[in-house]
Protein backbone atom coordinates (compact mmCIF):
# COMPACT_ATOMS: atom_id res chain seq x y z
CA UNK A 1 0.00 0.00 0.00
CA UNK A 2 1.28 3.88 -0.92
CA UNK A 3 2.96 4.77 2.27
CA UNK A 4 0.54 8.22 2.34
CA UNK A 5 -3.01 5.82 2.10
CA UNK A 6 -0.92 3.87 5.11
CA UNK A 7 -0.71 7.21 7.23
CA UNK A 8 -4.38 7.98 6.46
CA UNK A 9 -5.64 4.71 7.86
CA UNK A 10 -3.09 6.36 11.36
CA UNK A 11 -4.34 9.77 11.33
CA UNK A 12 -8.15 8.70 11.03
CA UNK A 13 -7.77 7.51 14.12
CA UNK A 14 -6.25 10.08 15.47
CA UNK A 15 -8.43 12.83 14.51
CA UNK A 16 -11.82 10.80 14.47
CA UNK A 17 -11.40 8.28 17.24
CA UNK A 18 -9.06 10.23 19.20
CA UNK A 19 -6.75 7.48 19.59
CA UNK A 20 -3.22 8.20 19.92
CA UNK A 21 -0.16 7.50 18.38
CA UNK A 22 1.46 4.87 20.81
CA UNK A 23 -1.77 2.92 19.91
CA UNK A 24 -2.95 3.89 16.59
CA UNK A 25 0.32 3.47 14.67
CA UNK A 26 2.34 0.33 15.69
CA UNK A 27 0.10 -2.44 14.50
CA UNK A 28 -0.04 -0.80 10.64
CA UNK A 29 3.91 0.24 11.26
CA UNK A 30 4.25 -3.56 11.73
CA UNK A 31 2.61 -4.26 8.41
CA UNK A 32 4.48 -1.49 6.51
CA UNK A 33 7.92 -2.65 4.57
CA UNK A 34 10.70 -1.69 6.22
CA UNK A 35 12.11 1.25 3.63
CA UNK A 36 8.94 2.98 4.48
CA UNK A 37 8.76 2.64 7.97
CA UNK A 38 10.86 5.80 8.47
CA UNK A 39 8.83 8.05 5.80
CA UNK A 40 5.10 6.17 7.26
CA UNK A 41 5.96 7.71 10.92
CA UNK A 42 7.60 10.92 9.66
CA UNK A 43 4.22 11.39 7.98
CA UNK A 44 1.98 10.94 11.32
CA UNK A 45 3.73 12.91 13.61
CA UNK A 46 4.75 15.50 11.31
CA UNK A 47 0.79 16.02 10.82
CA UNK A 48 0.31 15.68 14.23
CA UNK A 49 3.30 18.38 15.25
CA UNK A 50 2.13 21.29 12.85
CA UNK A 51 -1.95 19.97 12.79
CA UNK A 52 -2.89 22.94 14.23
CA UNK A 53 -0.91 25.10 11.79
CA UNK A 54 -2.11 22.30 8.75
CA UNK A 55 -5.31 22.87 9.33
CA UNK A 56 -6.16 26.56 9.57
CA UNK A 57 -4.40 26.40 6.50
CA UNK A 58 -6.76 23.58 4.73
CA UNK A 59 -9.53 25.82 6.08
CA UNK A 60 -8.56 28.58 4.33
CA UNK A 61 -8.03 27.03 0.97
CA UNK A 62 -10.84 24.57 0.99
CA UNK A 63 -13.94 26.66 -1.26
CA UNK A 64 -16.47 24.36 1.11
CA UNK A 65 -15.64 22.50 4.16
CA UNK A 66 -15.72 18.93 3.93
CA UNK A 67 -17.88 17.07 5.67
CA UNK A 68 -16.74 16.40 9.29
CA UNK A 69 -16.83 12.57 8.85
CA UNK A 70 -14.81 12.91 6.05
CA UNK A 71 -11.77 12.12 8.01
CA UNK A 72 -9.81 10.21 5.62
CA UNK A 73 -10.03 12.73 3.41
CA UNK A 74 -8.88 15.75 5.71
CA UNK A 75 -5.84 13.76 6.71
CA UNK A 76 -4.99 13.22 3.31
CA UNK A 77 -5.20 16.77 2.73
CA UNK A 78 -2.95 17.69 6.01
CA UNK A 79 -0.39 14.91 4.62
CA UNK A 80 -0.03 16.97 1.34
CA UNK A 81 0.30 19.87 2.86
CA UNK A 82 3.12 18.63 5.31
CA UNK A 83 4.71 17.15 2.58
CA UNK A 84 4.99 20.21 0.66
CA UNK A 85 6.24 22.56 3.41
CA UNK A 86 8.54 19.82 5.71
CA UNK A 87 9.76 17.13 3.50
CA UNK A 88 12.08 17.17 0.52
CA UNK A 89 9.52 15.70 -1.98
CA UNK A 90 9.76 17.18 -5.00
CA UNK A 91 6.19 19.05 -5.13
CA UNK A 92 4.78 16.93 -8.25
CA UNK A 93 5.45 13.94 -6.25
CA UNK A 94 3.94 15.04 -3.29
CA UNK A 95 0.70 16.15 -4.83
CA UNK A 96 0.52 12.83 -7.67
CA UNK A 97 1.44 10.03 -4.55
CA UNK A 98 -1.29 12.10 -2.20
CA UNK A 99 -3.84 11.92 -5.34
CA UNK A 100 -2.54 8.17 -5.62
CA UNK A 101 -3.63 7.67 -2.21
CA UNK A 102 -7.06 8.78 -2.42
CA UNK A 103 -7.41 6.35 -5.28
CA UNK A 104 -6.46 3.55 -2.99
CA UNK A 105 -8.54 4.52 -0.40
CA UNK A 106 -11.32 4.46 -2.75
CA UNK A 107 -11.77 7.92 -2.23
CA UNK A 108 -11.57 8.82 -6.53
CA UNK A 109 -13.79 11.78 -6.07
CA UNK A 110 -11.19 13.25 -3.73
CA UNK A 111 -8.05 13.10 -6.17
CA UNK A 112 -9.05 16.13 -8.11
CA UNK A 113 -10.19 18.22 -4.60
CA UNK A 114 -6.47 17.23 -3.39
CA UNK A 115 -4.81 18.22 -6.40
CA UNK A 116 -6.91 21.27 -6.63
CA UNK A 117 -6.61 22.18 -2.62
CA UNK A 118 -2.49 21.53 -2.69
CA UNK A 119 -1.36 22.98 -6.16
CA UNK A 120 -3.64 26.47 -4.44
CA UNK A 121 -1.20 25.78 -1.20
CA UNK A 122 1.96 26.57 -3.82
CA UNK A 123 0.84 29.37 -5.28
CA UNK A 124 -0.56 30.82 -2.55
CA UNK A 125 2.09 30.51 0.05
CA UNK A 126 2.69 33.76 1.19
CA UNK A 127 -0.67 34.63 1.83
CA UNK A 128 -0.50 30.78 3.94
CA UNK A 129 2.99 32.07 5.35
CA UNK A 130 0.54 35.42 6.70
CA UNK A 131 -1.80 33.49 8.54
CA UNK A 132 0.74 32.62 10.88
CA UNK A 133 1.77 36.56 12.02
CA UNK A 134 -2.21 36.68 12.66
CA UNK A 135 -3.10 33.65 14.37
CA UNK A 136 -1.30 32.44 17.25
CA UNK A 137 -2.92 28.47 17.31
CA UNK A 138 -1.70 28.52 13.46
CA UNK A 139 1.79 30.74 14.34
CA UNK A 140 2.84 27.87 16.95
CA UNK A 141 0.75 24.75 16.23
CA UNK A 142 -0.52 24.09 19.57
CA UNK A 143 -4.08 24.91 20.59
CA UNK A 144 -5.40 27.87 22.33
CA UNK A 145 -5.78 26.38 25.79
CA UNK A 146 -2.91 24.82 25.80
CA UNK A 147 -0.94 28.46 24.72
CA UNK A 148 -2.71 30.55 27.30
CA UNK A 149 -1.55 27.83 30.00
CA UNK A 150 2.19 27.94 28.74
CA UNK A 151 2.23 31.49 28.81
CA UNK A 152 0.82 31.86 32.53
CA UNK A 153 2.77 29.15 34.00
CA UNK A 154 6.47 30.33 32.17
CA UNK A 155 6.03 33.63 31.25
CA UNK A 156 9.25 34.04 29.59
CA UNK A 157 10.05 30.76 28.64
CA UNK A 158 7.07 29.76 26.82
CA UNK A 159 8.40 30.05 23.18
CA UNK A 160 11.54 27.97 23.84
CA UNK A 161 8.64 25.55 25.30
CA UNK A 162 6.67 26.52 22.32
CA UNK A 163 10.32 25.56 20.03
CA UNK A 164 10.92 22.47 21.83
CA UNK A 165 7.50 21.07 21.62
CA UNK A 166 7.81 21.21 17.73
CA UNK A 167 11.16 19.95 17.28
CA UNK A 168 12.10 16.25 16.64
CA UNK A 169 13.11 14.36 20.01
CA UNK A 170 16.41 13.22 20.62
CA UNK A 171 16.96 9.71 20.57
CA UNK A 172 18.42 8.73 24.33
CA UNK A 173 19.84 5.44 25.68
CA UNK A 174 20.20 4.44 29.32
CA UNK A 175 23.43 2.12 29.79
CA UNK A 176 23.13 -0.57 32.04
CA UNK A 177 25.62 0.13 34.30
CA UNK A 178 25.47 -3.33 35.73
CA UNK A 179 26.71 -4.99 32.69
CA UNK A 180 29.28 -2.04 31.28
CA UNK A 181 30.39 1.15 31.44
CA UNK A 182 29.01 4.14 29.21
CA UNK A 183 32.37 4.81 27.57
CA UNK A 184 32.13 1.32 26.64
CA UNK A 185 28.92 0.80 25.31
CA UNK A 186 29.60 4.54 23.37
CA UNK A 187 32.78 2.45 21.60
CA UNK A 188 30.55 -0.54 20.83
CA UNK A 189 27.98 1.48 18.96
CA UNK A 190 31.29 3.40 17.58
CA UNK A 191 31.79 0.00 15.73
CA UNK A 192 28.52 -0.44 14.65
CA UNK A 193 28.22 2.91 12.79
CA UNK A 194 26.15 5.25 15.16
CA UNK A 195 27.87 8.28 16.81
CA UNK A 196 26.72 9.03 20.49
CA UNK A 197 27.86 11.68 22.87
CA UNK A 198 27.43 11.11 26.50
CA UNK A 199 25.01 13.64 28.40
CA UNK A 200 26.51 16.03 31.00
CA UNK A 201 25.74 14.90 34.26
CA UNK A 202 23.57 12.55 33.69
CA UNK A 203 26.12 9.66 34.16
CA UNK A 204 24.47 6.24 32.22
CA UNK A 205 22.76 8.68 29.14
CA UNK A 206 23.45 8.50 25.76
CA UNK A 207 22.31 10.85 22.93
CA UNK A 208 22.50 9.09 19.84
CA UNK A 209 23.16 11.77 16.52
CA UNK A 210 20.42 9.62 14.71
CA UNK A 211 17.11 7.85 15.60
CA UNK A 212 17.50 3.95 15.09
CA UNK A 213 15.37 0.68 15.49
CA UNK A 214 16.25 -0.06 19.00
CA UNK A 215 16.36 -3.91 18.51
CA UNK A 216 18.92 -3.53 16.27
CA UNK A 217 21.39 -1.75 18.87
CA UNK A 218 24.26 -3.82 20.25
CA UNK A 219 23.10 -5.81 23.34
CA UNK A 220 19.70 -4.57 23.38
CA UNK A 221 18.26 -7.84 23.31
CA UNK A 222 20.53 -8.74 26.17
CA UNK A 223 20.00 -5.84 28.35
CA UNK A 224 22.80 -3.78 27.78
CA UNK A 225 20.61 -0.46 27.19
CA UNK A 226 17.05 0.92 27.23
CA UNK A 227 15.35 3.76 25.25
CA UNK A 228 14.84 6.62 27.92
CA UNK A 229 15.34 10.18 27.89
CA UNK A 230 17.84 11.82 30.17
CA UNK A 231 15.72 13.79 31.99
CA UNK A 232 13.90 10.40 33.36
CA UNK A 233 16.80 9.04 34.05
CA UNK A 234 17.40 11.15 36.80
CA UNK A 235 14.44 9.75 38.65
CA UNK A 236 16.74 6.47 39.95
CA UNK A 237 19.16 8.35 41.48
CA UNK A 238 17.13 11.19 43.27
CA UNK A 239 15.56 8.47 45.07
CA UNK A 240 18.85 6.97 46.75
CA UNK A 241 18.15 3.48 47.17
CA UNK A 242 20.04 1.21 49.49
CA UNK A 243 20.64 -2.49 49.41
CA UNK A 244 17.65 -4.33 51.20
CA UNK A 245 15.50 -1.62 50.94
CA UNK A 246 11.56 -2.33 50.29
CA UNK A 247 10.96 0.16 47.27
CA UNK A 248 7.70 0.97 45.61
CA UNK A 249 7.39 2.06 42.31
CA UNK A 250 3.38 3.17 42.30
CA UNK A 251 3.00 3.88 38.47
CA UNK A 252 5.60 1.79 36.93
CA UNK A 253 4.54 0.62 33.20
CA UNK A 254 5.87 0.24 31.51
CA UNK A 255 8.83 -0.03 33.13
CA UNK A 256 11.46 1.84 32.18
CA UNK A 257 12.01 3.64 35.94
CA UNK A 258 11.88 0.01 37.56
CA UNK A 259 14.58 -1.23 35.69
CA UNK A 260 16.57 1.49 36.10
CA UNK A 261 16.60 1.33 40.00
CA UNK A 262 17.43 -2.52 39.59
CA UNK A 263 20.45 -1.60 37.66
CA UNK A 264 21.43 1.01 40.11
CA UNK A 265 20.42 -1.66 43.38
CA UNK A 266 19.84 -5.33 42.23
CA UNK A 267 19.36 -5.98 45.83
CA UNK A 268 15.87 -4.42 46.42
CA UNK A 269 12.57 -5.40 47.41
CA UNK A 270 11.19 -3.92 44.98
CA UNK A 271 7.28 -3.76 43.89
CA UNK A 272 6.01 -2.72 40.66
CA UNK A 273 2.46 -1.29 40.54
CA UNK A 274 0.55 -0.38 37.86
CA UNK A 275 -3.38 0.35 37.19
CA UNK A 276 -3.30 -0.82 33.90
CA UNK A 277 -3.14 -4.73 34.08
CA UNK A 278 -2.33 -4.62 30.18
CA UNK A 279 0.62 -1.99 30.39
CA UNK A 280 2.19 -4.51 33.23
CA UNK A 281 2.92 -7.46 31.23
CA UNK A 282 5.29 -4.54 29.47
CA UNK A 283 6.89 -4.30 32.69
CA UNK A 284 7.01 -8.03 32.59
CA UNK A 285 8.85 -7.73 29.14
CA UNK A 286 11.17 -5.00 29.95
CA UNK A 287 13.03 -6.58 33.49
CA UNK A 288 13.11 -9.90 31.46
CA UNK A 289 14.80 -8.33 28.92
CA UNK A 290 16.78 -6.87 31.88
CA UNK A 291 17.36 -9.65 33.35
CA UNK A 292 16.08 -8.79 36.48
CA UNK A 293 12.64 -9.18 38.05
CA UNK A 294 10.11 -7.29 40.86
CA UNK A 295 6.82 -8.13 42.63
CA UNK A 296 4.51 -6.79 39.97
CA UNK A 297 0.86 -5.70 41.58
CA UNK A 298 -2.15 -4.63 38.77
CA UNK A 299 -3.84 -2.37 41.26
CA UNK A 300 -5.08 1.42 42.25
CA UNK A 301 -2.34 2.89 43.78
CA UNK A 302 -4.99 5.29 45.31
CA UNK A 303 -6.18 2.22 47.46
CA UNK A 304 -3.80 0.07 48.85
CA UNK A 305 -6.09 -1.45 50.75
CA UNK A 306 -7.17 -3.41 48.12
CA UNK A 307 -3.46 -4.95 47.41
CA UNK A 308 -1.29 -3.65 50.25
CA UNK A 309 0.43 -6.25 52.60
CA UNK A 310 0.61 -3.93 55.52
CA UNK A 311 4.86 -3.68 55.43
CA UNK A 312 5.59 0.09 55.01
CA UNK A 313 8.07 0.98 52.37
CA UNK A 314 11.40 2.85 52.95
CA UNK A 315 11.35 4.02 49.49
CA UNK A 316 8.22 4.92 47.20
CA UNK A 317 8.60 6.59 43.51
CA UNK A 318 5.44 8.18 42.04
CA UNK A 319 5.96 8.78 38.66
CA UNK A 320 1.96 9.96 38.40
CA UNK A 321 -0.06 9.98 35.42
CA UNK A 322 -0.21 13.45 33.91
CA UNK A 323 -0.99 15.76 30.96
CA UNK A 324 2.32 14.97 29.13
CA UNK A 325 3.07 17.89 28.29
CA UNK A 326 6.69 18.18 28.93
CA UNK A 327 7.04 14.92 25.88
CA UNK A 328 5.25 16.73 22.99
CA UNK A 329 7.66 16.62 20.79
CA UNK A 330 7.83 12.81 21.70
CA UNK A 331 4.30 12.46 21.86
CA UNK A 332 2.73 15.11 19.34
CA UNK A 333 -0.68 14.27 19.38
CA UNK A 334 -1.33 15.02 23.01
CA UNK A 335 -1.72 18.87 21.06
CA UNK A 336 -4.81 17.13 19.47
CA UNK A 337 -6.10 14.62 22.22
CA UNK A 338 -5.77 16.63 25.88
CA UNK A 339 -8.40 18.81 26.98
CA UNK A 340 -7.88 21.57 28.80
CA UNK A 341 -10.66 19.82 31.44
CA UNK A 342 -8.10 16.84 31.75
CA UNK A 343 -5.53 18.72 33.56
CA UNK A 344 -7.86 19.99 37.11
CA UNK A 345 -8.87 15.90 36.98
CA UNK A 346 -5.63 15.17 36.44
CA UNK A 347 -4.38 17.48 39.27
CA UNK A 348 -7.16 15.36 41.74
CA UNK A 349 -5.94 11.88 40.87
CA UNK A 350 -2.36 12.99 41.35
CA UNK A 351 -3.34 14.65 44.62
CA UNK A 352 -5.61 10.92 45.67
CA UNK A 353 -2.44 8.61 44.60
CA UNK A 354 -0.35 11.04 46.91
CA UNK A 355 -2.72 10.77 49.67
CA UNK A 356 -3.48 6.86 49.43
CA UNK A 357 0.14 6.46 48.64
CA UNK A 358 1.76 8.63 52.14
CA UNK A 359 0.57 5.81 54.85
CA UNK A 360 2.89 2.97 53.19
CA UNK A 361 6.22 5.19 53.77
CA UNK A 362 8.17 4.31 56.56
CA UNK A 363 8.98 6.76 58.76
CA UNK A 364 11.90 7.80 57.91
CA UNK A 365 11.06 6.99 54.40
CA UNK A 366 11.39 9.14 51.49
CA UNK A 367 9.10 9.72 48.79
CA UNK A 368 9.90 11.04 44.94
CA UNK A 369 7.17 12.69 42.94
CA UNK A 370 7.63 12.90 39.33
CA UNK A 371 5.49 13.87 36.21
CA UNK A 372 6.71 15.02 32.85
CA UNK A 373 4.01 17.62 32.97
CA UNK A 374 5.10 21.61 32.73
CA UNK A 375 1.96 22.30 33.91
CA UNK A 376 2.31 23.76 37.31
CA UNK A 377 -1.13 22.96 38.61
CA UNK A 378 0.23 18.94 38.06
CA UNK A 379 3.50 19.85 39.54
CA UNK A 380 4.25 22.05 42.58
CA UNK A 381 1.34 23.23 43.07
CA UNK A 382 0.14 19.80 43.95
CA UNK A 383 3.17 19.73 46.36
CA UNK A 384 2.14 22.38 48.15
CA UNK A 385 -1.75 21.38 48.48
CA UNK A 386 -0.26 18.16 49.66
CA UNK A 387 2.39 19.42 52.38
CA UNK A 388 -0.30 21.82 53.44
CA UNK A 389 -2.57 18.96 54.21
CA UNK A 390 -0.54 16.14 55.34
CA UNK A 391 1.29 17.58 58.55
CA UNK A 392 3.81 14.69 58.70
CA UNK A 393 5.34 15.32 54.95
CA UNK A 394 8.38 17.34 54.86
CA UNK A 395 10.08 18.82 51.44
CA UNK A 396 13.49 17.09 50.97
CA UNK A 397 14.83 19.99 48.71
CA UNK A 398 16.38 18.77 45.45
CA UNK A 399 19.68 20.34 44.56
CA UNK A 400 21.13 19.79 41.03
CA UNK A 401 22.71 21.24 38.24
CA UNK A 402 19.69 20.59 36.05
CA UNK A 403 16.70 22.54 35.82
CA UNK A 404 14.96 25.29 38.35
CA UNK A 405 13.65 25.41 41.20
CA UNK A 406 10.25 26.58 41.73
CA UNK A 407 8.22 27.10 45.21
CA UNK A 408 8.43 23.02 45.76
CA UNK A 409 10.18 20.88 43.43
CA UNK A 410 12.76 20.93 40.38
CA UNK A 411 11.39 21.47 36.70
CA UNK A 412 13.43 21.19 33.58
CA UNK A 413 11.80 22.32 30.31
CA UNK A 414 12.23 20.17 27.21
CA UNK A 415 14.91 21.04 25.42
CA UNK A 416 16.90 21.87 28.62
CA UNK A 417 19.82 20.11 28.51
CA UNK A 418 18.08 18.24 25.09
CA UNK A 419 16.13 16.89 27.96
CA UNK A 420 12.32 15.83 28.23
CA UNK A 421 10.49 18.44 30.02
CA UNK A 422 10.12 16.97 33.85
CA UNK A 423 9.25 17.81 37.16
CA UNK A 424 10.79 16.03 40.29
CA UNK A 425 9.78 16.97 44.07
CA UNK A 426 11.09 14.70 47.33
CA UNK A 427 8.91 14.01 50.21
CA UNK A 428 9.90 12.95 53.44
CA UNK A 429 8.42 11.80 56.82
CA UNK A 430 10.16 12.50 59.93
CA UNK A 431 11.88 9.18 61.88
CA UNK A 432 9.29 8.30 64.03
CA UNK A 433 10.14 9.52 68.08
CA UNK A 434 11.79 6.90 70.09
CA UNK A 435 9.70 5.52 72.69
CA UNK A 436 9.65 7.73 75.78
CA UNK A 437 11.56 10.32 74.39
C1 LIG B 1 3.94 8.21 33.48
S1 LIG B 1 3.40 6.58 33.34
C2 LIG B 1 4.66 5.72 34.21
C3 LIG B 1 5.94 5.51 33.45
C4 LIG B 1 6.87 4.56 34.14
N1 LIG B 1 7.15 4.95 35.52
C5 LIG B 1 8.19 4.40 33.41
O1 LIG B 1 9.18 5.02 33.80
O2 LIG B 1 8.23 3.61 32.47
C6 LIG B 1 2.08 6.55 34.47
C7 LIG B 1 1.53 5.17 34.75
O3 LIG B 1 0.60 5.31 35.83
C8 LIG B 1 -0.40 4.34 35.68
N2 LIG B 1 -1.53 4.77 36.54
C9 LIG B 1 -2.45 5.72 36.30
N3 LIG B 1 -3.28 5.84 37.36
C10 LIG B 1 -2.86 4.94 38.29
C11 LIG B 1 -3.30 4.58 39.58
N4 LIG B 1 -4.35 5.19 40.15
N5 LIG B 1 -2.65 3.61 40.23
C12 LIG B 1 -1.58 3.00 39.68
N6 LIG B 1 -1.12 3.29 38.45
C13 LIG B 1 -1.75 4.25 37.76
C14 LIG B 1 -0.67 4.33 34.19
O4 LIG B 1 -1.28 3.11 33.80
C15 LIG B 1 0.74 4.53 33.62
O5 LIG B 1 1.29 3.28 33.29
Known amino acids: MNVRASAVQVLVQVLGEGRS ?17 GLLRELCHGVCRWYFRL ?26 LYQLWHLRVPDHAAVSETVAAARQLRKPWAAGLINAVLRAALRRKQELAALLESDSEAGTAHPRWLLARLRQDWPDDWPAIVAANNSRPPFVLRVNSRRLAREDYRLRLAEAGHSADAVPGVPTALLLAEPTDAATLPGFAEGWVSVQDAAAQLAAALLEVRPGQRVLDACAAPGGKTGHL ?3 EPNLQLTALDGDAGRLERVRDTLRRLRTDARLIAGDAARPADWWDGIPFDRILVDAPCSATGVI ?61 QPDAVEWPIAAGWGRALPHGRQLLPGEATMDGFYYAGLSKPPAAAPGA
Open 55 to 80: QRQLDRLLARPLAVTEYGVRALLLIG
Open 329 to 389: RRHPDIKLLRRESDIAALAEQQRAILVGLWPLLRPGGRLLYATCSVLRQENDRVIAAFLAA
Open 21 to 37: LATALPPILNRTAVRDR
Open 262 to 264: LEC
